[in-house]
């Protein structure tokens, strides 16, 4: 019984960083809040698994002003989007292959 | 090397976070069976104590406009209304903090939304109403309304919520057919409705 586990994308190792990915690919925009609500996680760690999806270009970040307060909207990109697709596609495969 | 159970955890794990911060699951079906309750109170209330009689063709006060308890009736049903969000906020609320999460979010926040629509558009066209004294449509308009609201707020929600919405809509539309009806129909959508709906919410969701 051999699996591969290539294709699965290094960015969604990360509990936190699949969980973002998933929210987000059910909605088309989520906040900072929003999202931490969900994960159950702290700000700092939150900040620092945004920014490494951001850096792989899967999410993309648009910072405004609302009542004066910043408000960070977050959404996916088509490469994220691809990439959490194809990532589904393996874990997918890999629990079928091994049934 | 990964297990087989991590990744069916992922897919898990995946599968909860797309459903949680899609749909709002803090819905209460207890919130049902006590708002059915309370409508149907207020339907005998309103039938025996104020005299809402939609039945009769032609003679009757409530088909000619000349209905004289309005104010009363409007304050009973605000007094009916009330009661019931009242319940289902404060239970869903409870519900919520129970499952770990907040009631008022962007799941819900985006629910109330697409429910808001078609109730601000029948509220304006039933207020329209009452003033012209077509008061025999108040009560299937409300169903109507309420059902094209719950039917919308199902995207944001259990799927079930759909086929409430759509049985408060099939009543309302027979209620504008029938409309020596209404009354009787609004307390079959309100209240029995609500009733069946909340049990079965409640045995399926909340044991």
């Not at chain 2, 087989?4 to 995946?14: G, P, S």
């Amino acid at each position: 019984m051999k699996v591969s586990i290539d294709g699965l994308h290094k960015a969604f190792e990360n509990r936190v960083r699949l969980g973002i990915m998933s929210a987000l690919a059910v909605n088309d925009t989520l906040d900072f809040t929003s999202l931490k609500e969900y994960l159950d996680v702290t700000d700092g760690n939150l900040a620092t698994h945004i920014k490494k999806l951001e850096k792989e270009e899967f999410i993309d970040v648009k910072k405004s002003f609302i009542d004066n307060k910043p408000n960070t909207k977050y959404s996916m990109t088509a490469k994220g989007k691809k990439a959490f697709e194809d990532h589904l596609k393996v874990l997918e495969n890999i629990i079928k292959s091994q049934k | 090397m990964k297990e087989e159970q991590d990744y069916i955890r992922d897919i898990a794990e995946i599968r909860s976070m797309m459903e949680r911060s899609s749909k709002f699951l803090s819905l209460s079906g207890l919130a049902g069976i006590m708002a059915g309750v309370y409508a149907l109170a207020g339907a005998w209330v309103a039938h025996v104590y104020l005299g809402f009689k939609p039945d009769g063709v032609g003679d009757s006060a409530v088909y000619n406009g000349q209905y004289s308890n309005l104010p009363q009736l409007m304050l009973l049903a605000v007094v009916v209304l009330i009661l019931a969000i009242g319940t289902a906020v404060f239970l869903s609320a409870k519900k919520a903090q129970k499952r770990g999460e907040k009631a008022w979010n962007t799941t819900s926040k985006r629910m109330v939304a697409h429910m808001s629509v078609p109730l601000v558009a029948g509220g304006i066209l039933i207020s329209v109403f009452i003033v012209k004294g077509l008061l025999i449509l108040i009560a299937p308009l409300s169903l109507l309304f309420y059902g094209l609201a719950l039917y919308n707020a199902s995207k944001f929600s259990y799927e079930d919520v759909k086929f409430l919405g759509m049985i408060q809509m099939g009543l309302g539309l027979l209620g504008t057919w029938y409309t020596g009806y209404g009354l009787l129909f609004w307390a079959i959508g309100f209240g029995v409705v609500h009733i069946v709906y909340g049990i079965y919410m409640h045995l399926r969701y909340e044991r």
